[in-house]
């Protein structure tokens, strides 16, 4: 049997530690603790063998990443194993003398998220005061030579924000923007019927994003993922499960997915005591959902399969109940009717038609409150 | 929209080459990477804020001196908005 091809890009989740608490979290809904975090040596040996076994990037994420303090010695690491080195942060833990200290370790790309494009809905969506921290970095990022992006997840709440997420963007040293539609697992999941936007809120959004690009063109480049349940067919979740991306979380699990720990019955090799290529090539969960032998009807026929690869698993099993289904939100699933059912609650009957009602009244909504992230012991 | 002949490109923040000891030259940017073979390789090494886009186009020229110079002309200014586009340059 051939070697699968190699990753591309690893994604290093340093820690679940986090200032934030956002509704829409891409973490598990179980927390690493800061006691089983990976020590720093692990780490530089990972990116090692990342790097021999093909990887060019690494994504410095978590949790917070700046929660770690050894990142300087990790990004040092990463850059001395030949990586690229991007860091997604909530800019929370930093200062103009700390963000200094992270280029000259070697930073290439810094992401900072933004939770909406006011003070208000920031605090709301991440259970802290934090917006105004942001555009303190802001200010500190234009006296330094380092690549940067917004990172807008994008949802219900601030969706008809995007004007003014474009004038903080375009006031800043930015080169790239991404608004990313929040995706419905863990955290997200359980918040959503508070979090997923209407038709009429996401086509309007659609429209000032593609004016924006094509006045922005030369100057910042804008990647915007829409939510998929508004879309005729699947993403193709993580470019295919094991075929570009591994993912360590804290503890040194290697997973295909942000989400894949919801699948039940998987066993996930760990660093600590596989070497990262052994794990790459022939471990289970990264061989379960590889290739196409996997795949069911309509996907095991279908001539997007080589496209989307079937979609997203974490998805399939959440609405569909197997793993191994097609991604209920492909428009070719027998299991599509739910996820219309669900826009349907929100849009009114005719999903797509854009006159749907407002959104649900906080009062028919099943849950009291957000449920927010909480933060690992 | 095609660049200034006269205009300096230079690589922008976070934009670089991978260490010279790999066997494939690539374009590392944010979220992204370009492989580079020849001529391409060729271009962005001259993307250093020195080089005009008019002294690319005539060096490139040289090299591939067996082409038609005008399509080697057309090719750079076509790969320079490339990057452009993806945002891998600033013009001084």
Redesign the interface.
Known sequence: MTPPANP?ALIAELTHRCPLHCVYCSNPVELTHRAEELPTETWSRVFQEASHLGV??ADFTGGEPLARTDILELIRAARMA?L?V?LITSGMPMDEVRLTKLIEAGL??L?LSFQGAREDTAQEISGTKSHAQKLRVLEWLKKV?????LNFVIHRRNIDQIEEMLEIAESSSA??IEFANVQYYGWAFANRERLLPTRAQLDRSLEVIKNAETRL?????I?SVVPDYYAKYPKPCMGGWGRKLVLITPNGDALPCHAAKVIPGLQFANVKQSALREIWETSEAFEKFRGEAWMQEPCKSCDRRAIDFGGCRCQALLLAGDPAATDPVCSLSPNRSKVDALLADLNGPIAGAGVGPAPPAEAALTRPDWLYRPNPA | ?SPDLQSRPRL?????L??A??QQQ?L????R?LRLNGPSLEIVQRCDGNHTVQQIVTELQQIYSKAEPKKVETDILGYLTLL????ALDFE
Do not use: F, S, W
């Open positions: 591309l060019l990037q030949g690229y991007n290439d790309h992401q030579r380092v690549a940067v992006t080169t790239r063109r030369g100057k910042i480049r990647e | 929209m922008a923040p976070g934009c670089r991978n260490d000891n790999k690539v590392l940017m944010p979220e990477a452009a586009d993806q945002r």
